[in-house]
């Protein structure tokens, strides 16, 4: 992933990235993170901006649905708008990004997986995802009855081929499918100074 334009500068304020999804998972998830107390930015996709106070970025893959979103979103940044990233060009964001294999119509592996590739290539050494399960047990906002998104293969594709990736070592889920493949993050992993 690389940069094609941007508006802001995205540059990381810590070394640790916390990515938060909108999986049922995500008030647990964050319950654990705040066990760590570290310092760290937070890129929230979807509506799990509504749960944590400071987001510095904003991730949605699917740009020109979310537009409206990406023009509307709750300050929370030191009261300013968080960084709005997407794949591609798209009115409202203030990051497109360029997968590199010029398959910007087909992209697969959720938009978690969008973040954890943004967030490295942004220079983040360690990055943990909260509320990003890839699973179908729906979202925290809706009452359990309501089943989540339908995963692809493709989508399970792509993130077998990221940890194919040397650079997986960076990324730990707190949660589900995701946590299975990465690996749950704990106080030795989060202390450990990165050698990449």
Request: aromatic share 10%.
């Amino acid at each position: 992933m690389k940069i094609h334009n941007a508006k802001i500068d995205p540059a990381p304020e810590n070394e640790i990235l916390l990515i938060t999804g909108d999986g049922r998972t995500l008030p647990d998830d964050l319950l654990g993170f705040k066990y760590f107390e570290v310092p760290h930015d937070t890129m929230a996709i979807g509506r799990s901006i509504q749960c944590v106070d400071k987001v510095k970025h904003w991730a949605n893959v699917d740009g020109p649905d979310s537009v409206w979103w990406a023009e509307h979103l709750p300050p929370r940044n030191d009261g300013k708008m968080p960084i709005r990233h997407t794949l591609g060009d798209c009115r409202g964001y203030d990051i497109d990004w360029d997968d590199e294999m010029g398959e910007r119509d087909r992209w697969y592996g959720s938009t978690a997986l969008f973040g954890v590739l943004a967030g490295l290539a942004l220079g983040y050494k360690k990055i943990i995802l909260a509320g990003c399960p890839l699973d179908t047990n729906g979202h925290w906002y809706f009452e359990d009855s309501i089943k989540g998104p339908d995963w692809t293969t493709e989508d399970f594709m792509a993130w077998e081929k990221f940890i194919s990736n040397p650079e997986h070592e960076k990324v730990k889920s707190l949660s589900g499918f995701t946590m299975l493949m990465l690996g749950k993050p704990d106080k030795e992993w989060i202390c450990t100074k990165s050698s990449r």
